[in-house]
């Protein structure tokens, strides 16, 4: 390959272009590469606007990076994240590296092809002897650099409900007709979140009353050490009874079992709720747009979500979202939900669950997820617009703006109490007395 490449400089572009078609051959998922060498590429600068995901992808006259399988960026960051530039300014391409990737990782033997010819780690990894090498840092995660995603233990959620709330049922124990739940992550601090959703879209007297069921709203919290805010927790969940507890390490890098936990609690007190929403405490909803989408939606294995089909895996060491080749060596990820809020139909709540507690736990929920839809066989569907991360406080400064954006979108992410309700009173659905439960 090195040899070759060599041979390419000399001879110029044009061999350059036929390795590229060759390597197309490996990298299958990218499949409309033919075109990538046309005249013009535009370049999105994903790493410095904080995404995750991007990938190349066919259009009838342009080529380059996308997010989330579309150049949308364009409309909200101008021109400053677009640039139109000639193929010979082009830097070498993050597809390019993916490339040489998946070559040294295949040579390497840190993936393999299977019966399908998908990448696949190579579950033969040579398992190292010792696990002191030094830590890899990634913010609030702590990965031992010798540590393969295929050696991490499968953890089956053996844990205890401190608070399993009983939203979905009367006191009876008769079953209400659900038609949405939401699963509120939070941390156990953040009550003024918690009380704003509790009078927003998280209040039950916020939605129409469907004949296919009512929302409903729990928050998902692990354990506390600190006792005085664990009193608090229970004293809010006395009050509310809106809390769903477990005796896990509450922390950030423990993000997943919380999801899990949430899953976990629908299928056991919930499980006849139409659809889960799983939703982050600093994000805020469109109803109207919501309720569109759930217009349409299927009843089993439907997934709304601004997903990402072919998320490159981050090998930049700065970046936040920096995982090791070692650690996880495919060049990219199955595709995911994005993580601060997607849609699930009730047989994919359950569904997942079930796989979750067999599979190894990746450190990002979002991506976890992926695995395990993609060993149920659901490829998840692409909601364009669904979801809107606030990367930068300037993005919203002028509240004019902001609120122009935030209709644009059915979750918005990543904002402050005061946006969450700058959204809400823009963008909420006003209910008449009657239609109230
Ligand atoms: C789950 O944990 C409890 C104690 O916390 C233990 O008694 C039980 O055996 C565990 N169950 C499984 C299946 O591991
Ligand atoms: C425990 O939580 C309370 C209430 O949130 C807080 O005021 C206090 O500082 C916390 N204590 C410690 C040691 O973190
Ligand atoms: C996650 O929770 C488990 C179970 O409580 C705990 O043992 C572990 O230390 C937690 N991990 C982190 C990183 O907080
Ligand atoms: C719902 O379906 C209709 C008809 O297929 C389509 O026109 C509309 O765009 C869809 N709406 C959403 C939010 O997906
Ligand atoms: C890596 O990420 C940092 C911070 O996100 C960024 O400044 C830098 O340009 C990135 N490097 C590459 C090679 O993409
Ligand atoms: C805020 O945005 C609106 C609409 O884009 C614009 O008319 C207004 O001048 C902006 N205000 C400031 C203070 O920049």
């Given amino acids: 390959m090195v040899k070759r490449m060599h041979l390419a400089r000399a001879i110029g572009p044009f061999f350059l272009g036929a390795i590229f078609m060759y390597?197309?051959?490996?990298?299958?998922?990218?499949?409309?590469?033919?075109?990538?060498?046309?005249?013009?590429?535009?370049?999105?600068?994903?790493e410095r606007y904080g995404y995750g995901g991007g990938y190349v992808d066919h259009a009838p006259r342009e080529y380059g990076w996308k997010h989330n399988g579309r150049y949308k960026v364009k409309r909200h960051h101008a021109d400053k994240v677009m640039k139109t530039v000639k193929r010979e300014e082009l830097k070498p391409s993050k597809f390019q590296l993916l490339i040489d990737e998946v070559n040294h990782l295949l040579a390497e033997d840190m993936i393999t092809k299977n019966d399908e010819s998908e990448l696949v780690i190579n579950p033969k990894l040579q398992h190292p002897t010792?696990?002191?090498?030094e830590i890899i840092y990634n913010k609030d995660i702590t990965i031992p650099r010798?540590?393969?995603y295929v050696d991490e233990p499968v953890d089956a959620h053996n844990y205890t409900y401190i608070h399993k709330p009983k939203v979905c049922s009367k006191v009876t124990g008769r079953r209400?007709?659900?038609?949405?739940?939401?699963?509120?992550?939070?941390?156990?601090?953040n009550l003024?979140?918690?009380?704003?959703?509790?009078?927003?879209?998280?209040?039950?007297?916020?939605?129409?009353?469907?004949?296919?069921?009512?929302?409903?709203?729990?928050?998902?919290?692990?354990?506390?050490?600190?006792?005085?805010?664990?009193?608090?927790?229970h004293d809010e969940s006395e009050t509310y009874k809106d809390i769903v507890q477990e005796d896990f390490v509450d922390s950030y890098a423990n993000l997943t079992l919380k999801t899990v936990m949430g899953l976990k609690w629908v299928t056991n007190y919930c499980r006849h709720a139409r659809y889960t929403m799983k939703i982050d405490d600093d994000s805020m909803i469109h109803q109207n747009r919501l309720l569109q989408v759930l217009k349409n939606?299927?009843?089993?294995?439907?997934?709304a979500a601004e997903s990402l089909m072919d998320a490159p895996v981050i090998r930049n060491t700065s970046s936040k979202y920096y995982i090791s080749e070692t650690y996880y060596p495919l060049p990219t990820y199955p595709?995911?939900?994005?993580?601060?809020?997607?849609?699930?139909?009730s047989d994919l709540t359950e569904g997942i669950y079930n796989v979750a507690i067999k599979t190894q736990l990746f450190p990002w929920e979002d991506v976890f997820l992926g695995i395990c839809l993609k060993q149920l066989g659901v490829l998840p569907k692409l909601y364009h617009d669904f979801i809107f991360i606030v990367d930068k406080e300037s993005r919203i400064a002028n509240k004019t703006r902001a609120v122009k954006l935030f209709k644009h979108f059915t979750v918005v992410s990543n904002l402050k109490p005061d946006d969450m309700m700058l959204m809400w009173t823009n963008t909420r659905i006003r209910i008449s007395r009657d239609t109230r439960p």
């Fill in 146 to 148: 010798h540590k393969h």
């Fill in 23 to 46: 390597s197309i051959q490996i990298f299958y998922s990218y499949p409309s590469l033919e075109n990538y060498f046309n005249s013009h590429v535009r370049a999105l600068d994903v």
């Fill in 335 to 345: 595709p995911y939900l994005n993580g601060p809020g997607y849609l699930l139909s």
């Fill in 176 to 189: 209400i007709k659900v038609f949405l739940i939401f699963i509120v992550t939070t941390s156990p601090k």
């Fill in 130 to 133: 010792a696990e002191t090498g």
């Fill in 297 to 303: 939606a299927t009843a089993v294995k439907f997934t």
């Fill in 192 to 233: 003024e979140r918690r009380m704003l959703i509790r009078n927003t879209y998280g209040s039950k007297r916020r939605w129409p009353v469907l004949t296919a069921g009512v929302f409903r709203t729990v928050f998902l919290l692990g354990a506390v050490d600190n006792m005085t805010l664990q009193n608090d927790i």
